[in-house]
C-alpha cells in the first residue's frame, strides 16, 4: 500500500446508519442484507453518537433472552474513534493496531459535532494493499 493513500481513495463516501432506538433484530437484520460488519448510530440531525457491531449483537444475544426486541443504544459503542477526510490508509492502520479495533468513522466536524461519511475497516485496508501490490 503507498503510503499517500487517503482513505477517500480508498473508501466510498456513505455509511449504512440507524439510530439508538433500532432493534438488535432490526440491526442485525440490515448488517446481514447489507453484508457489513456494523452500523453507524445516529441523531436525529445524522451526526455520530455511536456505532454496533456483529460483536455487540452476539452480546445482546448472550446477554437476554429478549435480545431481539433491545434498542441499539444498550449496546452501541459511545466512544467512537474517527478520523478526518484527509487522513491517509497507512495511518488508519496504525490506529487500528494500536487500539486493537476492525474499524473507524471518517467524519466531518461541523458545528462541534461528527458528521458520518464512511467506516473504514481492516478488510477495506487489506483489500487495498493486496490491490496496490497487483
Given amino acids: 500500500m503507498r503510503k499517500g493513500f487517503s482513505v477517500l481513495e480508498a473508501k466510498r463516501l456513505g455509511t449504512v446508519v440507524c439510530d439508538a432506538e433500532t432493534t438488535i433484530l432490526e440491526a442485525a437484520t440490515r448488517m446481514d442484507e447489507e453484508d457489513i460488519g456494523s452500523l453507524v448510530v445516529v441523531d436525529a440531525e445524522g451526526c455520530l453518537t455511536g456505532i454496533i457491531t456483529r460483536f455487540d449483537l452476539l452480546r445482546a444475544q448472550v446477554a437476554r433472552p429478549d435480545w431481539d426486541s433491545q434498542p441499539v443504544l444498550d449496546y452501541m459503542s459511545r466512544q467512537v474513534i474517527t478520523v478526518p477526510p484527509s487522513a491517509l490508509l497507512m495511518d488508519v492502520a496504525r ?40
Fill in 95 to 134: 490506529l487500528l493496531v494500536q487500539n486493537r479495533i476492525q474499524r473507524v468513522v471518517v467524519a466531518e466536524e461541523t458545528n462541534g459535532k461528527q458528521r458520518p461519511l464512511a467506516v473504514i475497516s481492516a478488510s477495506d485496508i487489506v483489500y487495498h494493499m493486496v490491490k496496490t501490490m497487483a
